[in-house]
């Protein structure tokens, strides 16, 4: 597996592209909506410092081989959102995992469908990952018409399978291929 993010073209003029020190404005914005911090390591207290201290654990995630973690930007080449593909369990599992998130400003525009597009033909192809899973919350139906909308089949509901806000939730698997 390559230890470097690569640049990546997207549908309708968007691009995925490594995260960068001056991605903070993303991420201040990321930091205030209810959910975002919850399921990710976005700090939900935002300061310059952690914002950073963000955006150098995403480079060492590559750097180690555990994920390749992207932010998507639009046409304009503003940074609106994420989508991450995490490999670090696939010699143990067979399969990498698939993950993203938009900003509250930018939803409703197709972004996460461009990036998740974009980074399981990426992941299927070049890298020749097997299998990718995705795990979504029952309530979620932007993300589960995503997933969907993407070509990805959903598997199982997997009771109390992942921890958000403290408690275990219930996750809808989806699969390629």
């Given at each position: 597996?390559?230890?470097?993010?690569?640049?990546?073209?997207?549908?309708?003029?968007?691009?995925?592209?490594?995260?960068?020190?001056?991605?903070?404005?993303?991420?201040?914005?990321?930091?205030?909506?209810?959910?975002?911090?919850?399921?990710?390591?976005?700090?939900?207290?935002?300061?310059?410092?952690?914002?950073?201290?963000?955006?150098?654990?995403?480079?060492?995630?590559?750097?180690?081989?555990?994920?390749?973690?992207?932010v998507i930007e639009d046409a304009d080449g503003q940074a609106v959102g994420n989508v991450g593909l995490w490999v670090g369990e696939l010699p143990?599992?067979?399969?990498?995992?698939?993950?993203?998130?938009?900003?509250?400003?930018?939803?409703?525009?197709?972004?996460?469908?461009?990036?998740?597009?974009?980074?399981?033909?990426?992941?299927?192809?070049?890298?020749?990952?097997?299998?990718?899973?995705?795990?979504?919350?029952?309530?979620?139906?932007?993300?589960?018409?995503?997933?969907?909308?993407?070509?990805?089949?959903?598997?199982?509901?997997?009771?109390?399978?992942?921890?958000?806000?403290?408690?275990?939730?219930?996750?809808?698997?989806?699969?390629?291929?």
């Open positions: 597996m390559p230890r470097v993010v690569p640049e990546i073209a997207a549908e309708h003029g968007f691009r995925l592209r490594r995260w960068e020190l001056t991605d903070r404005a993303l991420l201040r914005e990321a930091a205030t909506d209810p959910y975002i911090p919850l399921i990710t390591t976005v700090p939900a207290a935002y300061s310059d410092a952690e914002a950073d201290a963000f955006v150098h654990r995403q480079w060492r995630r590559t750097e180690i081989g555990t994920g390749y973690p992207f143990l599992r067979g399969y990498a995992t698939a993950g993203y998130w938009v900003v509250g400003g930018a939803r409703g525009r197709g972004v996460a469908l461009a990036g998740l597009n974009a980074v399981t033909a990426w992941g299927l192809g070049e890298l020749a990952v097997p299998r990718i899973e995705l795990h979504v919350e029952p309530w979620n139906t932007g993300s589960l018409r995503t997933a969907e909308r993407a070509g990805y089949r959903r598997e199982e509901l997997m009771p109390a399978h992942q921890e958000v806000g403290g408690e275990l939730r219930d996750m809808w698997r989806f699969a390629l291929p």
